[in-house]
């Protein structure tokens, strides 16, 4: 069973930096693509940033390329999100995500908040 | 990279059929067979329930189906049931290994 587990999210001061980690299990991590999400209060879904297996590949949204970098560790079956130059409208649920056979995401954590304000 | 546009809501008795829409460009939902549904209750996680346009992942396989024209998808639910009341997104894949998400729509069972 896909286990994702995250953590690392909490309070940040606009301008400030997080860096939120996804602990994965039950499955073989470095066979998978995986990615972040994230809701907003009274928001929608927003895709975030994508990593393919090895981390040869990534993409990132708009909203967030250039300041935030997706990585992951294959060894410690973890994906990592570092979250700099943040603001407001960076609060939210962040989720991360198991890739499925195809371009879709069949296992999702509980997620981790990340709030910013001053 | 501009959201896929959802209906912000829509409503239905038990028993009865909803559609949920979802519209994208060429660029997305026109380009790749690749749109995804996910259904998401209040303070969950959410869950796949169609991919590959219309891939049946999880839930009942004889009420969730999905379609696509063009550079619209859409969601079908029939037999509405109580627990059918959630908040459904579309996904697409968008090139240059990027996604977008549509809006969301949150289905009332009345």
């Known amino acids: 069973e896909v286990q994702l587990v995250e953590s690392g999210g909490g309070a940040a001061r606009p301008g400030g930096s997080l860096r939120l980690s996804c602990a994965a299990s039950?499955?073989?991590?470095?066979?998978?693509?995986m990615a972040w999400a994230r809701k907003a209060p009274g928001k929608g879904l927003e895709w975030v940033s994508g990593?393919?297996?090895?981390?040869?590949?990534?993409g990132y949204a708009d909203s967030v390329k250039g300041r935030f970098i997706i990585s992951r560790d294959n060894a410690k079956n973890s994906l990592y999100l570092q979250m700099n130059t943040l603001g407001a409208d960076d609060t939210a649920m962040y989720y991360c995500?198991?890739?499925?056979?195809?371009?879709?995401?069949?296992?999702w954590g509980q997620g981790t908040l990340v709030t910013v304000s001053s | 990279q501009s959201a896929l546009t959802q209906p912000r809501s829509v409503s239905g008795s038990p028993g009865q059929s909803v559609t949920i829409s979802c519209t994208g460009t060429?660029?997305?939902?026109?380009?790749?067979?690749?749109v995804s549904w996910y259904q998401q209750h209040p303070d969950k996680a959410p869950k796949l329930i169609i991919y590959d346009v219309n891939k049946w992942y999880s839930g009942d396989p004889a009420r969730f189906s999905g379609s696509k024209s063009g550079n619209t998808a859409s969601l079908a639910i029939s037999g509405l049931q109580a627990e059918d009341e959630a908040d459904y997104y579309c996904?697409?894949?968008?090139?240059?290994?990027?996604?977008?998400f549509g809006g969301g729509t949150k289905l009332t069972v009345l």
């Open positions: 060429s660029s997305d939902v026109g380009a790749y067979n690749y």
């Open positions: 039950g499955f073989t991590f470095d066979n998978y693509g």
């Open positions: 995500a198991r890739e499925g056979s195809s371009y879709h995401y069949i296992g």
């Open positions: 996904c697409s894949y968008a090139g240059s290994y990027t996604w977008v």
């Open positions: 990593i393919n297996w090895n981390g040869g590949r990534t």
